[in-house]
């Protein structure tokens, strides 16, 4: 029997009631992520990025809900749980990672006092024994003397320390699945890098598989096994990170590689995407990239194209990779089967 995934999201919908009717953020996104595996999320801001992991967790805020779809952890279905029990999956069976440490620590209440806690609502153990574990975690994620910072409040501690502290919370009861949402934003460049990698030699260490939410291309390259590329909502492309990197086949994932500065880079300009991310009340019909994309024709404005199955376990929603549709757009010449498109 095969094992299911670790996380399987299909068909996922939330939905935002408003005066003026509903806004539909996140519009039937489909996913898996295996035992062991970093799928990175990658998109421009308003994406729906974020939205996707409080989605997961059951942290939508009000009044966002989930309209459609599932949510299965190991082949359990988590969207439909009561928040009591929702909450018991929280923490014991998925981690969080937040983008600011100052929202997930309580600032009146010592790190002790936090992880201590927190071990101790999904095991039951002694407090000196969650004492001695919370040590040995705060010492695994690099807080130097440990036994005597544990005591600190989180003020105490540097914006790159508090981080370490967080995951340290996210791991304390050995989750099955981590959720980073932003997790190196407000850090620099040099303390970024550390934290990625901690993030992912812990998880490697236990098992757990790894949701990584960014804006950056560089962290997804260097983190990811695979990438899910999001656009107004929708999940534009997705696959192993270093095919999609090198050879993608979304205009707007095409756009999003052109645009990042290499030290090889040829030209003497960047690619630039033109036009912004539609408002939620402003989506078009058809393909939701079409008014910024310098491939569309005719059917990208009035049809929405599904995820199409593409060799190397590739999923790309793009008319242009349909074979009728991309002899209608270019003349009679199918683009199945001949790699990439063309650069934007």
């Known amino acids: 029997m095969t094992e299911p995934p670790v996380l399987s999201v299909r068909d996922l919908i939330v939905e935002f009631p408003t005066r003026r009717g509903t806004l539909r953020a996140l519009d039937r996104i489909s996913f898996n992520i295996r035992k062991g595996e970093v799928l990175g999320m990658v998109g421009e801001s308003g994406a729906g990025k974020s939205l996707t992991g409080a989605a997961i967790i059951g942290l939508l805020e009000p009044p966002g809900r989930i309209a459609g779809g599932e949510v299965h952890l190991r082949g359990d279905r988590i969207d439909s749980l009561s928040p009591e029990a929702m909450r018991k999956v929280r923490g014991r069976r998925i981690g969080m990672v937040f983008q600011d440490p100052l929202t997930s620590l309580n600032p009146l209440y010592t790190v002790a006092q936090q992880l201590v806690e927190t071990i101790r609502t999904h095991d039951d153990v002694t407090e000196a024994a969650a004492r001695a574990r919370a040590i040995a975690l705060l010492d695994r994620v690099g807080i130097p003397a440990a036994a005597r910072r544990i005591d600190d409040y989180p003020h ?9 502290v ?179």
């Not at 105490?156 to 370490?164: A, D, I, K, Y």
């Not at 997705?238 to 290499?262: C, F």
Request: glycine share 8%; charged share 20%; net charge negative.
């Open 156 to 164: 105490h501690f540097s914006g790159g320390m508090r981080q370490r």
């Open 166 to 344: 967080v995951i340290a919370l996210a791991l304390c009861a050995e989750p099955e699945l981590v959720i980073a949402d932003e997790p190196t934003t407000a850090l620099d460049v040099s303390v970024q890098a550390q934290i990625i990698d901690l993030i992912k030699e812990i998880c490697a260490e236990r098992g757990a598989s790894v949701l990584l939410i960014t804006h950056d291309m560089g962290v997804i390259a260097e983190t990811a096994d695979r990438v899910a590329v999001l656009y107004a909502g929708r999940l534009a492309e997705l696959g192993p990170v270093r095919d999609v990197i090198t050879a993608a086949e979304h205009p707007y994932t095409q756009g999003l590689m052109g645009s990042i500065p290499t030290l090889t880079l040829e030209s003497t300009r960047l690619v630039q995407i033109p036009g912004a991310m539609p408002r939620l009340n402003e989506i078009p019909t058809g393909c939701a990239f079409n008014p910024r994309c310098q491939q569309v024709f005719a059917r990208c404005r009035t049809e929405r194209p599904s995820p199409i199955e593409r060799p190397g376990g590739r999923q790309v929603a793009c008319w242009l990779l349909s074979e009728t549709t991309a002899e209608e757009a270019h003349g009679g010449t199918a683009l199945e089967g001949r790699g990439p498109l063309p650069a934007l």
